[in-house]
């Protein structure tokens, strides 16, 4: 299962987060899962992959189409 930052929320969605941080005193961040199978890399597609994170600074997930 892979996770990410929850994206597409729409304006009354997005109220009601800020309604609950307002009255719990927190941060909540909104995350969407699904199901995927990590892809089959080889040393060369790896080293490639890792010189793209270091580039661009965040971190890549590969997987099975």
Known sequence: ???????????EDLGEIT??????????LAYTCHEVEPASLDDEQ???LRDLEDT??????????
């Open 1 to 11: 299962m892979l996770c990410s930052l929850a994206s597409g929320l729409g304006q």
């Open 19 to 28: 309604r609950l941080e307002r009255d719990l005193g927190v941060t909540v």
């Open 46 to 48: 790896l080293g490639r």
């Open 56 to 65: 661009l600074g965040v971190r890549l997930v590969a997987v099975a189409a």
